[in-house]
């Protein structure tokens, strides 16, 4: 079979050399993929994918990134790219539709909503007195990017002075604002649940570094060994599906209650934290991926 890592960076990043390297493994051939390096030929009703001169002839590519949003029509050829490499007749993991659907934060609570599974409340506005108003209801609040990852742009509101500041400069890139309520985190941590293929493979804490709020490892957070529930594997195999994700990390904070809640979803997950308790997500991927290919 022949694979392709696709990523936008200049160099391979760890998680794709695991990858390529767990394909060479198992008697696959693989390639590097930038979307920045595909071009696609359309004439009449036919379509032809290039990297570089050479045809792109991948049965199956595992997106690990397309690109970053600098712009929105950058964001939606990169993503597209994706979606013409399943119309030639390639497999895409994760798939075109599941890519879109995680990345885009704004519909995470309503499809979470249709399958009862719990999130904070949520609220999306262009409005800034609408959104001073919200921060003050709450107390507490988060801000954060629609499209975003490894917790950059997440921020904590909890005086209305600095968040007019913040809003109102967030409204002048351009930028949507998604408030949610600030889950008061038991030990200052919240879950990561590596599901993969419809089962999570890892579950692990994500402890926040002291006085701080993120627990995302790219942001100092610490990884620990979770105890895997029925309910927790419940909630992130149903997030999983919701969104159509063959992988994917999914983030879930238990408040102080004992309640749990999704905070987010990520449809390329970083799983350093899975390594850090011994597993291989890399070898577990590609052992699902080209089972179910076969199948």
Known sequence: MKIAVMHPSATPPPSCR???????????????LRPQDVT?????RSLE???GAKRLDSELVFVRGTSSPSSIEQFAWMTNIVKLIEEGGGRAINSYSSIVLARDKS????????????????????????????VGQLGKAVVKPIIGSLGRGVMLLDNEDVAYSILKQLLAWGQPLLLQEYIDKKDNRDIRALVINGEVFAAYYRKARPGHFKTNLAQGGTP???????????????????????????????SSSGQLFVLE?????????????GLNPA??????????GKA
């Not at 695991?18 to 590097?32: F, T």
């Open 40 to 44: 696609a030929l359309f004439s009449g």
């Open 283 to 292: 070898r577990k991927l590609v052992e699902e991926a080209l089972k179910t």
């Open 224 to 254: 620990e060994k979770a105890e895997l529930t029925d309910e927790i594997e419940e909630i992130a195999v149903s997030t999983a599906e919701a969104l159509g994700l063959f992988y994917g990390g999914i983030d879930i904070a238990e």
């Open 265 to 277: 979803a990520n449809a390329s997950p970083n799983w350093k934290g899975a390594e850090a308790m």
């Open 18 to 32: 695991e990858i390529m390297y767990e394909a060479k493994r198992l008697g696959a051939r693989s390639i590097y």
């Open 107 to 134: 519909m995470l609570p309503s499809i979470l909503g249709k399958r009862g599974v719990s999130f904070p409340r949520t609220y999306v506005t262009n409005n800034l007195q609408a959104a001073l108003t919200i």
């Open 49 to 51: 994918l290039y990297r």
